[in-house]
């Protein structure tokens, strides 16, 4: 059976010109969608939550609230920085303030009510990641914490944590095959503590692949390929355009773009196995100035409208009960 579609918006094309709630007005009434995904206050949620942790959850206790009188869901979470992923720093009390980082996500997603959480797997300065000994070291420091977050994402309710996979060797699960290595550590972690930890998926990212220059696997460019080899594992895609080297992003129906909606939908439609998938247009705006915000919301509008049709051609209708897409035909 084909899966269910959750199609929103992240909201980072909003992060540094709406406050939250306002951004869950936006995204209701002038893109006319019902799911957002939140990203993280982490230019200053870090600190408020660990200073004043009652007041943190507060202050989102109300932003779940004000997404609930305007009939949007918050399914998840998901960062903007990678300040997360210095899990992976060389120095241990950078790592443990990096745990801090998505530990005050976690919570923040459990205020929402949120199924998911998600983040990349780590980051790593490039001296570090071209020395294998020192890039194994800190691959398997960053997994340590990783296993923390799987306990507290149990602990505070919620489902499961989500890998953005990446599009640099130095960010992990750059590549199929390191992604598949990844799952097995985390899988077995989950299997032996199965009471006390969330599981751990994927987040496809369409603007996100190793250039030809740096990997000489067409794989590992190829949304195929990954659906193919994670069909059970990947349940959240963000939706952008790109650029063959995967150095720009772009909304759709933009020259030079190289992925095709219907292309990406109809893979999803035949090859992913869960019951339903979220995709979220995570493509950022024009920060601060009015000009920029009204051509941002123009340009959502659009690529909103094209993913709509996409859907559409394929098979999928709006479901009025929760405004999934749900599969009623093959096209």
């Known amino acids: ?10 909201l980072n094309f909003a ?18 969608l019902r799911h957002v995904e939140m990203v993280a206050d982490n230019d200053f949620g870090p600190v408020f939550y660990q200073r004043a942790p009652e007041a943190f959850r507060s202050y989102h206790w109300q932003i779940a609230d004000h997404a609930k009188s305007q009939g949007v869901q918050l399914p998840g979470v998901f960062t903007v920085y990678r300040d997360a992923g210095a899990i992976a720093h060389g120095h241990p009390e950078i790592r443990e303030s990096a745990y801090h980082v998505g530990l005050s996500l976690i919570e923040q997603a459990a205020c929402y009510g949120s199924k998911y959480v998600g983040m990349s797997l780590f980051t790593m300065n490039r001296e570090e990641a071209e020395d294998p000994e020192r890039y194994q070291a800190s691959y398997f420091s960053s997994l340590d914490l990783w296993k923390r977050w799987m306990t507290d994402a149990r602990r505070l309710g919620v489902r499961q944590l989500l890998i953005e996979m990446s599009a640099a060797y130095r960010e992990g699960c750059s590549t199929i095959e390191e992604t598949q290595a990844t799952l097995l550590i985390l899988d077995e972690h989950h299997r032996n503590n199965p009471d006390n930890t969330a599981g751990v998926g994927i987040c496809y990212d369409t603007g996100h692949g190793i250039s030809p220059g740096e990997n000489r696997d067409d794989a590992n460019r190829d949304f195929h390929a990954w659906f193919s080899a994670l069909p059970d594992r990947i349940f959240e895609v963000h939706l952008k355009n790109t650029d063959p080297e995967f150095l720009e ?7 030079g773009g190289i992925i ?3 292309q990406l939908f109809q893979s999803i439609r035949d090859t992913l196995t869960g019951s339903e998938v979220h995709v979220f247009l995570e493509i950022p705006g024009k ?7 009204k051509r941002t919301i123009e340009a959502h509008l659009a690529s909103i409208q094209l993913v709509r049709e996409a859907l559409e051609s394929l098979g999928y209708r709006e479901d009025p009960e929760d405004f999934g897409w749900v599969h009623t035909r093959r096209a």
């Open 15 to 32: 992060k540094y010109v709406y406050g939250r709630k306002r951004s869950i007005e936006v995204a209701r009434r002038q893109l006319g």
């Open 249 to 255: 992003t772009w909304h759709f129906k933009q020259s």
């Open 287 to 293: 920060r601060g100035r009015e000009i920029g915000e």
């Open 260 to 262: 095709d909606l219907t």
């Open 1 to 10: 059976m084909a899966p269910k579609i959750i199609f929103g918006v992240n």
